[in-house]
T-cell receptor, first 114, second 113 residues
Framework: DVKVTQSSRYLVKRTGEKVFLECVQDMDHENMFWYRQDPGLGLRLIYFSYDVKMKEKGDIPEGYSVSREKKERFSLILESASTNQTSMYLC?????????????FGDGTRLSIL | ELKVEQNPLFLSMQEGKNYTIYCNYSTTSDRLYWYRQDPGKSLESLFVLLSNGAVKQEGRLMASLDTKARLSTLHITAAVHDLSATYFCAVDSTQGGSEKLVFGKGTKLTVNP
């Protein structure tokens, strides 16, 4: 079974802090994704990566950056956390070029910015 | 810009009844995915639909794709309480394998005894 592991289930940080969310997958997937999920808005793509050191902006990249130094690990960085970044963050991974395979999701990190 | 619209957003139904959730999307795509999310849990893949006319079934759920109408349906047959969850459709309009998905807002299904 594919395992996508997010480092924290719950996280509380303060406004202005630099926040790191970590995601690791064990299936040698090329693609990795970061989404945020908000009530009534569904899932929105923040950033994705299709290879080590490669990244592309999603639909809502403002206020975020990412890092992919190793194939299995994809980090989401909130450079200076703000209260409007309080949300559920979901990491996902998939094979590149195999659209018959779905994205696999981690359990999510519920982040509160105070 | 691809837009994905699900309806209804909320659905309350009785056990044993049938119902359909609709997923409309705005630009050409032949790759559509359905996911289920239980409260406090992550998303679980249900179906992958990759061509016009594709139909997949698992238990009481059946999904279909009409790429010409840009419409997918998720049909629930003889609902049971265990199907209570939020269901999302997601559409991929990218070329190649990067799978940049756009999700609908989700349909929260409650099945009452």
């Amino acid at each position: 079974d594919v395992k996508v592991t997010q480092s924290s289930r719950y996280l509380v940080k303060r406004t202005g802090e630099k926040v790191f969310l970590e995601c690791v997958q064990d299936m040698d997937h090329e693609n990795m994704f970061w989404y945020r999920q908000d009530p009534g808005l569904g899932l929105r793509l923040i950033y994705f990566s299709y290879d080590v050191k490669m990244k592309e902006k999603g639909d809502i990249p403002e206020g975020y950056s990412v890092s992919r130094e190793k194939k299995e690990r994809f980090s989401l960085i909130l450079e200076s956390a703000s209260t409007n970044q309080t949300s559920m963050y979901l990491c996902a991974s998939s094979f590149w070029g195999y659209s018959n395979q779905p994205q696999h999701f981690g359990d999510g990190t519920r982040l509160s910015i105070l | 810009e691809l837009k994905v619209e699900q309806n209804p957003l909320f659905l309350s139904m009785q056990e044993g009844k049938n119902y359909t959730i609709y997923c409309n999307y705005s630009t050409t795509s032949d790759r559509l995915y359905w996911y289920r999310q239980d409260p406090g849990k992550s998303l679980e893949s249900l179906f992958v639909l990759l061509s016009n006319g594709a139909v997949k079934q698992e238990g009481r759920l059946m999904a279909s794709l009409d790429t010409k109408a840009r419409l997918s349906t998720l049909h629930i047959t003889a609902a049971v309480h265990d199907l209570s969850a939020t269901y999302f459709c997601a559409v991929d309009s990218t070329q190649g394998g990067s799978e940049k998905l756009v999700f609908g807002k989700g349909t929260k299904l409650t099945v009452n005894p």
